[in-house]
Structures are given as structure tokens and as C-alpha cells.
């Protein structure tokens, strides 16, 4: 199906933080396709993004609208965390009814574009049901601190997702590991952030300010994905900032050895799917 994200980094020779935008705007636009169809991911992290060398996706003028750039395409899998979303207005006993499946093929052969006339609710007010099973996370490195309280859930958390996954590809390090995972939780919780210089004196500024916008404690502040996509680390033409090959190494070895190891998380949710790819993906 594809390397893993962070495997498919370490087969190129190197890979700027120029190049690292172009892969997430496809990751964006999947999870704004989910979005769309009423459904939040909550399992944002580099296992679950594979690079489908096989495919391409070609973007005009993202980045410049003097050439046309191609890139691997991208595919999230493992949606088994992944919940329909609700208005918190209607009937539980309804909502849990009306609650279904859907199979991969649902998603995954999915081209229509992401403004389809079929999701005209704001995503926004939408909510995760209570009274489902709950998460099961091997690490809350990626969690939202709105899922680990147990409060209301929406399509804002795999924001926060998003942004802990740039800060850990740019830098190569977690913003909010500790020693335990009790110890994790807590820090995403209090939401204390920090850019230490030895892991961010060649990372660009418009790196760091995307990440701030998006790891804030109340979800209805973070950045909205359409508005990520028009930040200026998305339209950075030229950037010699290179990804840190042997901290994400390191990082990539250590997640490695949490594959086996999973925790429960209690929270709303309804299970569904199992892979997703970027609408945008063309098959050449």
C-alpha cells in the first residue's frame, strides 16, 4: 500500500520543510473530506500516513504559481478511532440509530471535491455522541487535551493532531513526552509548549507560528484547516530549513517500541473504517 511517512523521509536524501508542506496539504485535504462527511479521525500521527509511491498528486500553485509540483500521494489508514459526529442537540437514542459504518471503500474511492453540497452543517457545532466504546491509543503523544478530560469532542481535535505532527517533523521531537504516559497527559493538559533552541535554531518561524496556532488549549481558538492551508509555511518557495533525519530517527525507533503497547482512553465515540486517502490523489 505505501511506506510510512516518516520510512519514505528517511529513503530521500534529504527533505526541506518546503517539501514536508506539500505531503500535509494532502493529509489536510483528506481530513477535511472526513470533516465534510461528518466524521473527526483522532488518530493523527506518521504511522498512519502512508506515501503511495505508485500515485501521484500535483499541485498548482500552492507553493508558486510558476510551476506545477508532483508529489507522492497520501493515504491515512486505520480508522478504528475515527467517530461520526453529531449535532449535540439531537436525540442520543436517535444518534446511536442513525450512527453507521463506513468501509474503505466509502472512503478511500472518494474524488468529489471537499465543498460538496452534502455537508452543509457547520462541522464545527458538531460533537462526537456520548455513551460509545472508548479510545484505544498506544500513546497520547497526538491526543487533543479536550479527549484525555473526557470533555466535548469535535473535528478541532485532529487540529491539535496536526499540529503536534509538524512540530515533531520539523524538529524531531515530541512537544509533549515525558516519562510516563500519566506524565504526557499532564503536559498536553496544561498545554506548556516549548521551542528549546537546540532542536528549533534551524527551523523557520512560520513553522513555529503554525504550530502555536494550532496546539491551543480551547479548540474553537485553533486555526481552522481551511486557514492552514493559506498560512505562510504552506507558500514558502524557497526553504533551506532541512527535516532532522537522525532526531526523527530516534523518534521513529521509539514509537517503533510502542506499536505493542496500547491504553485505553474512555471517551463518546462510534467506530468506523479503516483507510482514507487525499480526494486530491490522481492515479498516473
Known amino acids: 500500500m505505501g511506506l510510512p511517512l516518516l520510512d519514505w ?3 530521500q536524501e534529504e527533505t526541506t520543510e518546503s517539501d ?3 505531503l500535509l496539504v494532502q493529509v489536510i485535504e483528506a481530513l477535511l473530506y472526513l470533516h465534510s462527511r461528518h ?3 483522532l488518530d493523527l500521527k506518521p ?3 502512508l506515501i503511495d509511491i505508485l500515485r501521484t498528486s500535483q499541485k498548482g500553485d500552492l507553493l508558486t504559481e510558476e510551476k506545477i509540483v508532483k508529489q507522492p500521494a497520501i493515504r491515512l489508514i486505520d480508522l478504528g478511532n475515527a467517530r461520526h459526529l453529531e449535532l449535540p442537540t439531537e436525540n442520543p437514542k436517535e444518534n446511536q440509530n442513525n450512527t453507521s459504518k ?8 472518494v474524488k468529489s471535491n471537499n465543498n460538496d453540497a452534502t455537508a452543509q452543517t457547520d462541522v464545527g457545532k458538531l460533537r462526537v455522541p456520548s455513551k460509545y ?4 491509543l498506544g500513546s497520547p503523544e497526538f491526543t487533543a487535551p479536550e479527549v484525555l478530560e473526557r470533555k466535548v469532542v469535535g473535528v478541532l481535535a485532529d487540529n491539535w493532531s496536526l499540529g503536534v505532527l509538524i512540530y515533531v517533523l520539523v524538529s524531531g521531537k515530541s512537544p509533549f513526552l515525558d516519562i510516563s504516559v500519566e506524565a504526557t497527559s499532564r503536559n498536553i493538559i496544561s498545554g506548556d509548549i516549548r521551542y528549546p533552541v537546540e532542536h528549533f535554531s534551524s527551523v523557520t518561524q512560520e513553522a513555529c507560528d503554525l504550530t502555536q496556532a494550532l496546539l491551543l488549549q480551547n479548540p474553537q481558538e ?9 498560512h505562510p509555511w504552506f507558500h514558502m518557495v524557497e526553504c533551506e530549513s532541512i527535516l532532522p533525519l537522525h532526531s526523527l530517527a530516534d523518534f521513529s525507533c521509539r514509537r517503533a517500541k510502542l506499536s ?8 463518546a465515540a462510534s467506530s468506523i473504517g479503516s483507510a482514507v486517502s487525499s480526494p486530491a490523489g490522481t492515479q498516473e
Not at 102 to 109: E, L, M, P, S
Not at 133 to 136: A, G, K, M, R, V
Open 102 to 109: 463506513c468501509n474503505d471503500q466509502t472512503i478511500a474511492n
Open 9 to 11: 523521509i528517511f529513503t
Open 47 to 49: 504511522e498512519n500516513i
Open 133 to 136: 466504546p472508548p479510545l484505544i
Open 260 to 267: 505493542s503497547s496500547t491504553q485505553e482512553l474512555p471517551s
Open 222 to 230: 485553533r486555526l481552522p484547516l481551511q486557514d492552514v492551508l493559506t
Open 39 to 41: 466524521i473527526t479521525y
Open 20 to 22: 514536508c508542506a506539500l
